[in-house]
């Protein structure tokens, strides 16, 4: 089961940058009175210069305690799976995938009969389509913009229904590709719904096959091995 977390934009990193944020406030504020209190036999001058240092080191100190919190919830994020080092994207990018899926389920079955793993039909769709990079592509067909490679002159009604205004921007081509594959498929079923997403008509077609297989690869990926940290993968060897 693919791991989530709160819907709608607030991450885990989100989370840990504003708690961290509302740190830097109170340790400068600490900081000032403190050094009123211990400076008040100073004249204005040294008063000033010494709390100028004391908010120095109180910024250093905070930039300190920042990047080491970020690197502990990276860590545990790693740890349970959310981000993995076998995908190609970084650690922000899958953040914002996952917040798409979360936002946007698939309402049919996988072609397996179970509850679709909108991650790994995400990841499936970004592999076929754009190998993992966020680009922009003209050709006689049109421009095809973002990791998805959705067509930029078919994608305003879709981007409207899921509130995205760039595709270029991740969670905003996340989020039209998981409306347009959800309204294709509740239509057409999942194969058809991947032909149509790619413009080869309705019925099951190379490329719909080519992401049904690489879906099955993530989701048999993400049973087999739910974790890329080191640790859980020296636990699957010594189990084995």
């Known amino acids: 089961m693919r791991t989530t977390f709160s819907s709608y934009r607030i991450t885990p990193l989100f989370l840990s940058r504003i708690l961290s944020l509302v740190l830097v406030v109170t340790l400068i504020s600490s900081a000032l009175l403190c050094h009123k209190f211990y400076n008040k036999g100073l004249d204005t001058g040294e008063a000033t210069y010494i709390e100028s240092l004391a908010i120095e080191q109180s910024k250093r100190d905070v930039d300190a305690f920042m990047e080491l919190q970020e690197e502990k919830v990276k860590e545990t994020l790693v740890k349970s799976g959310y981000f993995r080092d076998d995908i190609k994207l970084d650690y922000q990018t899958q953040d914002m995938a996952h917040q798409a899926c979360t936002e946007i389920p698939i309402t049919i079955k996988d072609p397996n009969g179970n509850d679709v793993d909108e991650y790994a039909l995400l990841l499936a769709i970004i592999k076929n389509e754009s190998g993992f990079r966020n680009h922009t592509v003209t050709n006689s067909s049109g421009t095809y913009v973002g990791y998805c490679a959705i067509k930029a002159n078919r994608a305003i009604s879709y981007m409207r229904q899921c509130n995205a205004y760039d595709l270029s921007y991740p969670y905003d081509t996340f989020k039209v590709c998981l409306t347009i594959l959800n309204s ?54 010594t189990e084995d």
């Open 184 to 237: 294709h498929m509740s239509k057409y079923g999942w194969e058809g719904g991947l032909s149509a997403y790619n413009g080869a008509g309705v019925k099951g077609s190379p490329y719909s096959r080519a992401v049904t297989s690489t879906y099955n690869y993530y989701v048999n990926l993400f049973e087999t091995q739910p974790s890329t940290w080191q640790g859980a993968l020296e636990e699957t060897e």
